[in-house]
């Protein structure tokens, strides 16, 4: 065991999902030709005034009230002052000293125990453009469609003590950004992006070692492996009596390895000041009454609650809790009629495997929530056997049938007859007598056998726990 | 409150502006000048006055969420000194050397 822990806090920017700017009303999509979603503002044209976009400040607001953030009433907006080509006014417009919201945590399981990582604060800014350098040029590409996107940045306190813990702490911010509808969570296109810093101290001390910034990573995987990597790097130079420097490190993921970014000899020097061009941002108390009441059920709250109301194991609710609209698909199987441990179950199983294997979300379902309520009644009345169903389930997924129509059109109801089921018991069991003396000799497996005549002969339509009961009583 | 040369020379720096030898002597005595006309507002008693940031007390004006007219890639870039495609094309800058 190293004499030494890791003290880890993220910074994730998250892009807000609004149609337009933080600031204009250039379009915010993703992608696009470049430097088509542009306008004087965009471009940092003289005279150009900056506008805010209230559904960005209603999305950021969201995510503060399910972290459990204080909002302040009235925050600022400040200038981030830096020269990149990427930046045309010379400055980002973010929060500083007053940010809109404070405090809270997100909360996540971590190897089945509970863990909440508190956040020192979340606020609201805008993004840059995108800066191309290809190899050998001498110069540089700049597409500005991407600057002025809204951002919030969530910043957690020093307080994960792993890579893996900050794995899954950025799954669940991830997972809870979509949850509320504010962000795609997309790691590789960019829409959240985050920047670790790391340090290590001896086991024990309360003070923070050197800190070093790592940027670069955009996998869960990458995250987790770049910190792995800083955690044994810092480690092996402390073991050594060495210095960690402070200084912000790229990671290389083909290489599996950082290195430091070339930075410039001054230190950086921001020069802050509150932006003259907004005044103070004012969020009333209805506003965030408002935004409080508007919030769905979050996912933790959502996975325990299938626990305790439907049975399921954790493991099952934390699957279908993934996403909102997985959990809302399950809740309206359940509300058209379906019993909920069994709507749970072939959403859990057949519906996602379907899915997994077509690639394809939840909305393009092709099994609407209704249709297979009605499936699972079948098998909940006994019209149907669990086998049957699931071969009913493929016709529905293949053709939009619904299971009703499918089992009458193909005489697959369940054969329920005892008179019925007795005949085709009596007749497996009289065409093979060889296997009825093994049995009566002791071989209680040749059960199975059996079993596998009379559905093979009844088309898999016969009630197994029937044909189960009848044979025993044939065969004792 | 004064300022020294060496300050002007970083705050210089750090504005991309480059100031001649006589400019630093200038600028440090009119900064001076400047910070020192501050130095009287720092003294005014400001006890239980909350700060203010702006001049005119008004909520920040908001606007709907919609995508309004854009320029489009011909017209952003037709004032631009260089361009490559419909990329602004810039002096080569070392990839990731900025903060986010």
Known sequence: MSRYEPVIGLECHVQLQTRSKLFSAASASFGGEPNDHTDPYTLALPGTLPVLNRRAVEYALRMALATGCRV???????RKHYFYPDLPKGYQISQYDEPYAEGGAIGFLLDGQPRRVALTRIHLEEDAGKSTHVGGAPTSLVDLNRAGVPLIEVVSEPEIRSAKEAAEYLRALRQLVRWLDICDGNMEEGSLRCDANVSVRPVGATTLGTRTELKNMNSFRHVQQAIEYEVARQTALCERGERVVQETRLWDADRGSSHPMRSKEEAHDYRYLPEPDL??????????????T?????????????VERLGLTDQDAALLTTERPIADYVEQVIAAGADGKRAANWVASEVLRELNRAERSIADCPIAPPALAGLCRLVDDGTISGKIAKDVFGKMWASGRGAKEIVEAEGLVQLTDEAAIEAACRAAVEANPQQ??????GNDKLIGFFVGQVMKATRGKANPEM???MLRRLLS | MTITPEEVRVTAELARLALSDEEVARMTRELGAILGAMERLAAVDVEGVAPMTHAVALDCPEREDVVGPQLGAERALA??????????EVPRVIAHDKEG
Request: net charge positive; aromatic share 10%.
């Open chain 1, 72 to 78: 302040r009433r009235v925050s600022r907006f400040a």
């Open chain 1, 279 to 292: 005044p103070p941002l004012h969020i009333a108390d209805e506003e965030v009454e408002r935004a409080r």
């Open chain 1, 294 to 306: 508007s919030l769905p059920e979050l996912p933790l709250a959502r996975r325990a609650r299938f």
């Open chain 1, 436 to 441: 009825v003396g093994k049995y009566r000799a």
């Open chain 1, 467 to 469: 044909v189960n009961q």
């Open chain 2, 79 to 88: 004032g631009a000194p260089r361009r490559s495609g419909q990329f602004f």
